[in-house]
């Protein structure tokens, strides 16, 4: 019986152990299905970094949540990335959306510098920086770096930053015709952002309104002349074109960076009536001006009628002036020079000797209706033909408004395009032409592209200057 109870002792405590080593088994089987996961504290997370800055809003991009600030005074660009919750007011502390934030603004921005994050964008109340709205109308000087609005003149820093449609541009690409609104700090402009740009419009059925004026709107009013192209601002516009007693108006809308043909059809008038003259001239080398025009007398010439001033020339001849009128539908006229050297057909009765003498003086005193003898209008006419002859590349320009100087403007590219100078054609690039004083736009225009604008300002300095721009932009190239 002792023995008994001794071995149901031993038997017991055999049982325990089994167990305790079983559950042992059991607990490392299941840790072992478990991942390990490591552990994590707060205390290693890194805090916000506040960090302040000053500077104008470069970039925006609302879909990504990028925001560039270029920094005024350190003249350094800051890219930061915002959520929904960035905290963005105006100048006056009131809440605001971000697509409300326009390019160029002038902003205190609190931001975290550990991770480049925007927290805080506000529209400065800064005294030292100013916005101008509704400026029109500004005459930029490039050289000078410097803005005249409405007979202030500001100036620009060096630096200074141009928007246009959410992009950045050329401070040349804006046009007298814009709006713009400006930022300036410490009286210097910063910043500047094209509020409406501009559009052209192409006149056709015009011709019985060449040499009278079109208007379209308050800013552009100029002569009409061939194959014109009018820059204007975007917006909708009554068209008025006069010519004498005539007046035509007709409702069109600009698009900006868009071309648009404007027909006149249902306002022109009656254009003048038009005869073909063929001249004959002799020698066939002589050099013929209609209306003070060198005109190709090869074939046949269409002029209006009425009456015309014609002038021939040639080397070796006496130079012929005289009016004649245009009054047929077709005429052939003839002309023949007389050489300089030949004699007078009223002779008088002396020796040869004494005739050649009297026939040198007779030329000599023979003179023109305004007074100048014939050699000395022949020689004043050779000396201007000369001059023309030289210059025979360079385009007159014929409507700008400024002071034509003796220099000229070359322009070579973009190739092949056409250029505008204040709405008037001139040709296609690469060309010269007569330089103007002041503020004016050129234009180009080609086929399959989207035309093109820029200001420009001339001095007369002495200098010809030189100017190329970048090709066109292809249509086809913005359709995805």
């Not at 040709?427 to 007569?434: L, R």
């Amino acid at each position: 019986m002792k023995i008994q109870k001794t071995l149901q002792k031993q038997i017991n405590r055999l049982q325990h152990v089994l167990l305790f080593v079983m559950c042992i088994f059991m607990i490392g089987v299941t840790g072992c299905n478990e991942p390990v996961v490591a552990p994590t504290y707060d205390d290693e997370i890194e805090p916000e970094q506040e960090e302040k800055l000053f500077g104008v809003v470069s970039h925006l991009d609302e879909v990504n949540g990028e925001i560039c600030i270029y920094t005024l005074g350190r003249e350094v660009e800051y890219q930061l990335s915002f959520s929904v919750g960035a905290d963005v007011r105006n100048q006056y502390g009131d809440l605001i959306l971000m697509s409300d934030v326009k390019l160029g603004s002038v902003v205190d921005v609190t931001y975290d510098a550990n991770r480049d994050k925007l927290i805080s964008l506000y529209l400065t109340d800064d005294e030292g920086v100013a916005r101008v709205d509704d400026v029109s109308g500004a005459i930029f000087d490039y050289v000078e770096h410097k803005v005249r609005i409405n007979g202030t003149t500001y100036q620009m820093s060096d630096d200074v930053r141009v928007f246009s449609d959410n992009v950045e541009i050329a401070l040349n690409e804006i046009c007298s015709e814009d709006q713009l609104t400006m930022w300036m700090y410490r009286d210097r402009i910063c910043s500047i952002y094209v509020e409406l740009g501009h559009g052209y419009l192409r006149l056709h059925d015009y011709a019985g309104y060449i040499g009278g004026m079109v208007e379209v709107g308050y800013d552009v009013i100029v002569p009409v002349t061939e194959e014109m192209l009018l820059t204007v601002r975007e917006g909708t516009y009554e068209l008025r074109i006069t010519k004498d007693e005539y007046v035509g108006t007709k409702k069109v809308e600009v698009v900006k960076n868009q071309e648009i043909d404007v027909s006149l059809a249902d306002i022109a008038i009656e254009p003048k009536q038009i005869g073909s003259v063929m001249f004959d001239v002799s020698p066939a080398n002589a050099k013929v001006y209609i209306d003070r025009k060198r005109v190709n007398t090869e074939g046949s010439i269409d002029l209006t009628y009425g009456k015309h001033v014609i002038h021939i020339m040639a080397e070796g001849y006496e130079s012929y002036s005289a009016t004649f009128t245009v009054n047929a539908a077709y005429k052939i006229r003839e002309y023949e020079l007389k050489k300089s050297d030949e004699k007078d057909d009223k002779k008088e009765d002396s020796t040869t000797k004494a005739e050649s003498t009297t026939k040198k003086d007779k030329t000599t005193e023979a003179t023109t209706n305004d007074g100048t003898t014939k050699e000395d209008k022949k020689e004043e006419t050779t000396t201007e033909e000369s001059t023309k002859d030289k210059d025979s590349d360079v385009k007159d320009v014929s409507t700008a408004i400024g002071e034509k100087t003796k220099n000229k403007v070359i322009i070579t590219a973009p190739i092949g395009a056409s250029v505008y100078f204040d709405g008037e054609y001139l040709g296609i690039a690469p060309i010269s032409f007569t330089k103007v004083t002041g503020s004016h736009i050129i234009t180009f225009s080609q086929t399959g592209c989207l035309s093109k604008s820029y200001t420009v300002n001339f001095e007369d300095d002495g200098k010809d200057v030189t100017l190329s721009y970048d090709n066109l932009v292809l249509i086809s190239s913005l359709i995805e």
